[in-house]
T-cell receptor
Framework: AQKITQTQPGMFVQEKEAVTLDCTYD???????LFWYKQPSSGEMIFLIY??????QNATEGRYSLNFQKARKSANLVISASQLGDSAMYFC?????????FGQGTILTVHP | DADVTQTPRNRITKTGKRIMLECSQT?????MYWYRQDPGLGLRLIYY???????NKGEISDGYSVSRQAQAKFSLSLESAIPNQTALYFC????????????????FGPGTRLLVL
């Protein structure tokens, strides 16, 4: 069965610094997608970035990049130049056959 | 206007009551989903529908039922609410991705906070 693991319940980072949020996954299927979502305190789920299992290059979206290491089954999110508005819960998720499985999330706090 | 809307946004109900949560979307997506979020557990899939005539159980469907009234509408019902169904409920939509890699980005509604007393 597929599984997503986020081992960092909480992370702290100084404003303007970079931070990496960890995510590992487990599946035997060769075709899958990996997503990161942001959930601010207001509660909505915001799509950040996607990586396909066959993609050769790491995905990037503005200040977000996904460090995809297929052999290690990891899909870490890197946020560069952290901003106070980045403080939120972050979820890693894996897509198989159109269904998402989510990790437990990491709370990121950005300090001024 | 929001692409995915959920009503109500907040609901308090009593044990044993039947309630319905509604989801509408203007994104034109065929696929719709219902999730619940409990503190510390992430989101878990309740039901999903890949088109109007397709309904499938997710990870935690017991105690819930759904109705896909149209491409744009997907409702979740709690037939007899119980306190452990207190949670944040999300509706999501996606379109069939092209190519490999399961790129079917799901877009979420704002959520419904449900409290069952």
């Amino acid at each position: 069965a597929q599984k997503i693991t986020q081992t960092q319940p909480g992370m702290f980072v100084q404003e303007k610094e970079a931070v990496t949020l960890d995510c590992t996954y487990d599946t035997s299927d060769p075709s899958y997608g990996l997503f990161w979502y942001k959930q601010p305190s207001s509660g909505e789920m915001i799509f950040l970035i996607y990586q396909g299992s066959y993609d050769q290059q790491n995905a990037t979206e503005g200040r977000y990049s996904l460090n995809f290491q297929k052999a290690r089954k990891s899909a870490n999110l890197v946020i560069s130049a952290s901003q106070l508005g980045d403080s939120a819960m972050y979820f890693c998720a894996m897509s198989l056959y159109g269904k998402l499985t989510f990790g437990q999330g990491t709370i990121l706090t950005v300090h001024p | 206007d929001a692409d995915v809307t959920q009503t109500p946004r907040n609901r308090i109900t009593k044990t044993g009551k039947r309630i319905m949560l509604e989801c509408s979307q203007t994104k034109g997506h065929d696929r719709m989903y219902w999730y619940r979020q409990d503190p510390g557990l992430g989101l878990r899939l309740i039901y999903y529908s890949f088109d109007v005539k397709d309904i499938n159980k997710g990870e935690i469907s017991d105690g819930y039922s759904v109705s896909r009234q149209a491409q744009a509408k997907f409702s979740l019902s709690l037939e007899s609410a119980i306190p452990n169904q207190t949670a944040l409920y999300f509706c999501a939509t996606s379109d069939l991705g092209s190519g490999q890699g399961n790129k079917e980005t799901q877009y979420f509604g704002p959520g419904t906070r449900l409290l069952v007393l």
